[in-house]
């Protein structure tokens, strides 16, 4: 059975958004919520700048932490985008991720309208986890 989670819409409007914004580079944040639901996105600085990688800034990724703890939420995940490529993880995205209990979002600006696709990491790979947009 195909793990799902849900998202709300406003959240998945956000990441196409901040990687429209950052193109041609690389854009990064976390995600927060609850197991079953993401209900905020948290955007953060890409250390990197680079239209391949991206590392989060730390300094963002613990405020980020102590929001979500404050309204009694979670940090969940983190997203990145793909300026040029599909939302699939790239070989430098697995080799870079260490995390299983992350949820992984790559946002992919190759298509019109943007796509956004989910992930869990796997001891040797990631699988797809299906999003299920709330309003």
Do not use: K
């Given at each position: ?28 944040g976390?995600?927060?919520g ?10 953060a ?8 990688r ?14 979500a703890?404050?309204?009694g939420?979670?940090?969940?995940g983190a ?5 040029s ?19 992984h979002?790559i946002?992919s ?17 990631f699988?797809?986890v ?5 309003p």
């Amino acid at each position: 059975m195909t793990e799902r989670i849900e998202v709300d819409r406003a959240v998945l409007q956000d990441l196409i958004a901040h990687a429209r914004a950052e193109a041609p580079l690389e854009c990064c944040g976390l995600l927060a919520g609850t197991p079953e639901r993401i209900v905020r996105s948290v955007r953060a600085r890409n250390l990197w700048e680079s239209t391949s990688r991206y590392r989060i800034d730390p300094g963002d990724h613990f405020a980020a932490i102590r929001a979500a703890r404050a309204a009694g939420l979670e940090v969940v995940g983190a997203y990145h985008s793909h300026p040029s490529s599909s939302a699939i993880p790239s070989a430098r995205d697995l080799a870079e991720s260490n995390d299983s209990s992350f949820l992984h979002l790559i946002v992919s600006l190759a298509e019109p309208e943007g796509a956004v696709r989910a992930y869990r990491l796997t001891p040797r790979n990631f699988h797809e986890v299906t999003l299920v947009p709330i309003p």
